[in-house]
């Protein structure tokens, strides 16, 4: 067993994976290098099924267990602690070889669900996730094994690691957690076929490709996913704020609503927290506490879709304004969205917000209100 360091884990910074190679802004010879790598002309590559989930990564060393994201907190100058919000696969991180890191994709193991989904479980506070896994537990989808039996693996090549993958599922004997599907060909039609079922597409790298922290190398990995398309949807009604604020910092947060525990009256406070003084304090959210929307919804052929990626806190104080409730009101608030399909949903996935018209006519331009 090697020498294994939980800190320098925990802090290890993500490798980015490459996703915007457009074809228009290549040469000739470098197109053809692109298909190549698509095509594994030459068998350098190995793809992995991207499943729409969380990034995550899994450590576990002795008693020490952490769950951990890929977003850095400005706050703490940590990643995301997700530990508490997963407790099935902490007990089955417990049964891991010491000095075991793995990364995976946390979702819910079905095509056609988004992350967002995942999200609203991995971004609340750890109860309230616990209690929205009551009939139905997140898993995760295993893509990468960095770590095993204190030995790390980074310097090997992403095949040899994929390989090792075997070892660590025949001596972990996991539930919750299952490996991804892995393609030595055709990963063009691999990503079509994933994307037509409802799945957002697969990650290409180098065989030989260690894991290395923070890079993102244009020809080593790629991710084949849908492209984003443009279009402009009718707003058909706003989305109201969540009131309990159910981030990790409230320590530092600004906004609280207080009732009196005799009088039964509600009180508003904006800033540090404040002393009971007979009043019981709770944090909101921001927007419940101004009273803003946190985002639309529209109608994207005969089907209802939410959006609220892209606004600005000001986009979601306009749209509690009374012109924006005229506007929905007749038909005239409309949004241009950028998004990938997703054609088994009827639906749409990652969609994001680019500007907001109230027009006359959906064919022309009229006020710009983002």
């Known amino acids: 067993m090697g020498n294994f360091e939980f800190n320098y884990w925990a802090m290890l910074e993500p490798m980015k994976y490459y ?36 990034w995550t990564m899994f450590i576990k060393d002795g008693d020490n267990v952490l769950i951990r994201s890929r977003s850095l907190s400005k706050v703490t100058g940590v990643y995301g602690d997700k530990t508490a919000h997963l407790p099935h696969l902490v007990e089955e991180m417990k049964y891991w070889p010491d000095g075991t890191v ?14 967002t989904d995942v999200g609203t479980i991995l971004r609340c506070l750890p109860a309230k996730a616990v209690e929205r896994q009551k009939d139905r537990k997140l898993i995760v989808k295993v893509f990468d094994i960095l770590c095993f039996d204190g030995i790390s693996y980074m310097d090997r090549g992403y095949a040899l690691r994929v390989e ?19 393609f030595a060909d055709d990963f063009q039609e691999a990503a079509d076929d994933i994307i037509r079922a409802g799945g957002e597409g697969v990650v290409i790298q180098r065989k030989d490709y260690g894991y290395e922290p923070g890079k993102r190398s244009a020809w080593k990995t790629l991710k084949l996913k849908q492209r984003l398309e443009d279009m402009t ?17 409230v320590a530092t947060w600004e906004y609280w609503e207080g009732t009196d525990k005799h009088s039964g009256e509600t009180y508003r406070h904006n800033g540090p927290r404040p002393k ?87 064919m022309h331009d009229g006020i710009e209100v983002k």
Not at 20 to 25: G, Q
Not at 164 to 182: D, E, I, V, W
Not at 233 to 249: D, H, I, R
Not at 308 to 329: K, M, N, Y
Request: net charge negative; hydrophobic share 40%.
């Open 19 to 54: 996703d915007k190679i457009d074809d228009t802004a290549l040469s000739a010879n470098l197109l053809a290098k692109k298909y190549a790598m698509i095509e594994n002309q030459n068998n350098e590559y190995i793809a992995s099924q991207k499943w729409d989930g969380e």
């Open 102 to 115: 793995v990364l995976g994709e946390v979702c819910w193991g079905e095509l056609g669900t988004v992350s």
């Open 164 to 182: 090792s993958l075997k070892l660590f599922f025949s001596t972990a004997g996991c539930h919750y957690f299952t490996p991804t599907t892995f």
């Open 233 to 249: 949807l009718q707003v058909v009604a706003t989305k109201a704020p969540t009131k309990e604020y159910q981030g990790k910092e």
């Open 276 to 362: 009971d003084n007979g009043v019981i304090w709770k944090p909101v959210s921001k927007a419940y506490y101004f009273g803003w929307k946190m985002g639309i919804t529209c109608n994207f052929n005969g089907t209802l879709i939410d959006a609220s990626s892209g606004l600005t806190d000001e986009d979601r104080e306009w749209l509690a304004s009374q012109e924006a409730i005229d506007a929905i009101a007749h038909g005239q608030l409309w949004a241009e969205i950028r998004s990938m399909m997703v054609a088994s949903l009827g639906g749409l996935r990652h969609p994001v917000i680019h500007k907001l018209r109230i027009l006359d006519d959906a």
